[in-house]
T-cell receptor, first 116, second 114 residues
Framework: AQKVTQAQTEISVVEKEDVTLDCVYE???????LFWYKQPPSGELVFLIR??????QNEISGRYSWNFQKSTSSFNFTITASQVVDSAVYFC?????????????FGSGTRLLVRP | DGGITQSPKYLFRKEGQNVTLSCEQN?????MYWYRQDPGQGLRLIYY???????QKGDIAEGYSVSREKKESFPLTVTSAQKNPTAFYLC?????????????FGAGSRLTVL
């Protein structure tokens, strides 16, 4: 069965620290997609990144980077030099090409608090 | 700008009342979804629709109903049969050609049962 686990419920860091948010997934599909979304206090989910199961290249976008490892079924998210504006709930999610609903299966989220 | 509009943002309901949450999109997306968010539980799928006049149950459909009379609109009714309706409800939409499609979300509706 498909599942996404974000074991870190809440993380608190001081501004400028680096922080890594963990995501572990389970799927039987060979073609799948992994996503990260950010939910600021306003409530709306903001898309950050998508990776497909055939592309294990790590990606960097400014202070954000993602480490996808199929061998450990993980898709971790690192924020370098964190800022107060990074405070939010972050969700990892999975969709499977074999599921015609194309729904997203979400982890329980990690609340990140960046203190000044 | 294209996007998803959810209303109302906040809603209070007495026990035993049905309430309807509105979701409208102007992205020309075929698929629409309703998710429920509870603290510490992530988002769970209530209903989804891939075409007008058709919709499918998600993981927690009991106590909810939907309609899809227009491509742009996918309202959710929380009925009195829903035992614990207090939650944050998010509507989303996407294209319908691949699991790679990115879901676009609305700002959400927070329902509180008094």
């Amino acid at each position: 069965a498909q599942k996404v686990t974000q074991a870190q419920t809440e993380i608190s860091v001081v501004e400028k620290e680096d922080v890594t948010l963990d995501c572990v997934y389970e799927t039987r599909d060979t073609t799948y997609y992994l996503f990260w979304y950010k939910q600021p206090p306003s409530g709306e989910l903001v898309f950050l990144i998508r990776r497909n199961s055939f592309d294990e290249q790590n990606e960097i976008s400014g202070r954000y980077s993602w480490n996808f490892q199929k061998s450990t079924s993980s898709f971790n998210f690192t924020i370098t030099a964190s800022q107060v504006v990074d405070s939010a709930v972050y969700f990892c999610a999975l969709s499977e090409e074999g599921d015609s609903s194309y729904k997203l299966i979400f982890g329980s989220g990690t609340r990140l608090l960046v203190r000044p | 700008d294209g996007g998803i509009t959810q209303s109302p943002k906040y809603l209070f309901r007495k026990e035993g009342q049905n309430v309807t949450l509105s979701c409208e999109q102007n992205l020309n997306h075929d698929a629409m979804y309703w998710y429920r968010q509870d603290p510490g539980q992530g988002l769970r799928l209530i209903y989804y629709s891939q075409i007008v006049n058709d919709f499918q149950k998600g993981d927690i459909a009991e106590g909810y109903s939907v309609s899809r009379e227009k491509k742009e609109s996918f309202p959710l009714t929380v009925t009195s049969a829903q035992k614990n309706p207090t939650a944050f409800y998010l509507c989303a939409s996407s294209k319908l050609d691949s699991g790679a499609n990115v879901l676009t979300f609305g700002a959400g509706s927070r329902l509180t049962v008094l």
